[in-house]
């Protein structure tokens, strides 16, 4: 089986599950659940908690910021390169705030895929139809095979 059909299989294998258990430590602390993948795209739910927040009780961008950020290389992943790829920017613009108890909905779309540069936007909106945060993010291909890292 390609390596693109086994990642896509992976996380097709995780919707409508808790995404705990992921290579991404920080990204299993967020309590995300997985709701759609295909190749290219990414949708998972978060809720708002008070450990995700600021001292004005609203989400904190960090933490957006890294919501963002995980779905992307969820979804990159998903896309199937034999080699680890990583972030080398992340442009978040915060637009609205979101509240403890919040669902929100992050996705992440592929715009671009090159040989050795992937471009991505995401965003994360809430219930209400309201805009949180959107980001646009590029992944650079690392010279690290995904099987040579236990991936």
């Not at 996380?11 to 759609?36: H, M, R, V, W, Y």
């Not at 295909?38 to 904190?60: D, R, W």
């Not at 920017?89 to 509240?99: E, M, R």
Request: some cysteine; charged content about 20%.
């Amino acid at each position: 089986m390609e390596s693109e059909n086994q990642s896509l299989a992976y996380f097709k294998a995780l919707i409508g599950k808790k995404l705990d258990q992921t290579p991404s430590p920080a990204g299993n602390s967020l309590g995300g659940t997985l709701l759609e993948v295909e190749k290219g795209y990414m949708k998972v739910s978060y809720e708002v908690t008070a450990q995700m927040c600021n001292p004005a009780k609203i989400l904190h961008g960090g933490i957006a910021s890294l919501m963002i950020d995980d779905v992307i290389g969820m979804a990159n992943f998903a896309a199937g390169s034999p080699y680890l790829m990583t972030s080398i920017n992340l442009n978040v613009d915060f637009l609205s705030g979101a509240k403890i108890g919040e669902k929100l909905e992050v996705s992440a779309k592929l715009v671009r895929s090159g040989a050795n540069l992937n471009h991505w936007e995401a965003v994360i909106i809430k219930n209400s139809g309201k805009i949180v945060a959107k980001a646009s993010s590029n992944m650079i291909k690392t010279h690290l095979k995904l099987t040579e890292i236990g991936l």
